[in-house]
């Protein structure tokens, strides 16, 4: 096995032969400036192609990697090829910041250029500060500049990423207004030398969890510099557990674990999940929704736990009652009280499938003990 060097590569090096491939084919004459790819291309590398591409002569498959709502997509990088930043909201785990990072690969080739929104982020942190042993030597002069993530963005044309934007104090917020404007940033200190205007490519995507909150306080003059995209949780069980497959393959095969994972397996969690969150199972009985978020980001996470201790502890087999433990586990973040709700989704809806279905559902249904 190739012992990896990174926990987890960024965008553009795990998918460093596509997106050579795509730009190898790219012959659109239709790029924005500063862009490595053109948008059709982008879509592409998001959306995933049909056909393979030949590159150095083999076939380089490009798959797609969000799945859901392709129009969405397409908004998004018309958004970043124009005056305006772009602004993902939605519920945790719907993909925001994996969008974030593919868009980013793909029309900058970096993905890392990014603010980690917490609570005490500073304007140092957006847009600069100073290495001090160099300023007391030299004075404020551009090699004491310590270029943070928005500089970066402007000076070389490419995206600037905020993560979590809304968990940031709105005053700290608002230091990207007169920037995303104008694409100018002030640095007083350096005088006459102090204009750094942005190179074509540079724009700001930003991500913001409905659940903190937060959008309402993000100031109207912040707001009307940024296109606001709704990113939706997966509405369709099938496309969930497609989600699950995919993604656990690919933390499978990174983290040296040569296990397939079970399809029937990952139907039953989607379902699980699915009727959960929407609060309705598939054959119509009402699920009380716990309080947490079920979301496939969650999902994905329950899933690999439970192949990781098939693989390491048990027979390769995906156990029922080790599942059942990290679901609760998953579902119980917010309160234990949502313990009940549980419960009763097994005595209730498990227990139909069980009867219905069998196979995998019945061990589900008698891994219920396991709901403590
Ligand atoms: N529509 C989707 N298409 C593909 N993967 C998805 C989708 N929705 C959720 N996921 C999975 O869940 C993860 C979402 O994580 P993330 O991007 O961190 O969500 P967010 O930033 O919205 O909280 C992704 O990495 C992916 O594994
Ligand atoms: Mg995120």
Same mark, same amino acid.
């Given at each position: 096995m190739q012992e990896n060097t990174k926990i987890r590569p960024q965008a553009e090096e795990r998918y460093r032969e596509e997106l050579a491939a795509l730009a190898a084919a790219d012959t659109e004459n239709k790029k924005p400036q500063g862009w490595k790819l053109s948008p059709r291309a982008v879509r592409d590398f998001i959306l995933g192609r049909r056909e393979p591409l030949e590159w150095e002569g083999r076939e380089v498959r490009v798959n797609k990697k969000y799945l859901g709502n392709d129009a969405l997509v397409e908004r998004c990088i018309i958004t970043l090829a124009g005056n305006r930043g772009l602004m993902l909201v939605g519920d945790p785990g719907t993909a925001k910041t994996m969008l974030s990072e593919l868009l980013s690969a793909a029309? /900058?080739?970096? /993905? =890392?250029? =990014?603010v980690q929104g917490t609570a005490g982020t500073t304007e140092d942190m957006i847009k600069y500060s100073w290495n001090y042993a160099l300023l007391l030597a030299n004075g404020p002069t551009r090699q004491a500049l310590v270029p943070a993530p928005l500089y970066t963005g402007m000076e070389k044309g490419i995206l600037t990423r905020f993560e979590?934007?809304?968990? =940031?104090?709105a005053e700290i917020q608002d230091s990207l207004i007169s920037v995303m404007s104008d694409k100018v940033m002030n640095v007083p200190e350096l005088g006459d030398e102090g204009l750094l205007f942005a190179r074509p490519g540079f724009n700001v995507i930003g991500t913001a969890n409905t659940?903190?909150?937060?959008v309402n306080e993000m100031s109207s003059a912040l707001k009307r510099r940024f296109n606001f995209e709704t990113v939706q949780p997966v509405r369709d069980v099938k496309l969930e557990k497609e989600i699950i497959l995919n993604e656990v393959r690919g933390l499978a095969s990174e983290a040296g674990l040569r296990m397939e994972p079970d399809e029937e397996a990952a139907a039953l969690l989607a379902a699980t999940f699915h009727e959960l969150r929407e609060g309705v199972s598939s054959t119509g009985q009402r699920v009380d929704s716990p309080g947490s978020v079920m979301s496939t980001a969650e999902a994905v996470s329950v899933y690999y736990q439970t192949m990781m201790s098939a693989w390491y502890y048990g027979n390769g087999k995906m156990d029922m009652g080790c599942m059942v433990q990290n679901l609760t586990g998953a579902v119980l973040k917010e309160s234990r009280e949502d313990l009940e709700k549980l419960k009763s989704y097994f005595s209730t809806v498990v227990r139909d499938k069980s009867e219905r279905e069998g196979g995998l559902w019945k061990s589900y249904y008698e891994a219920r003990r396991q709901l403590r």
């Open positions: 029309i /900058s080739g970096v /993905s =890392t250029n =990014t979590e934007i809304t968990r =940031t104090p659940r903190d909150k937060g």
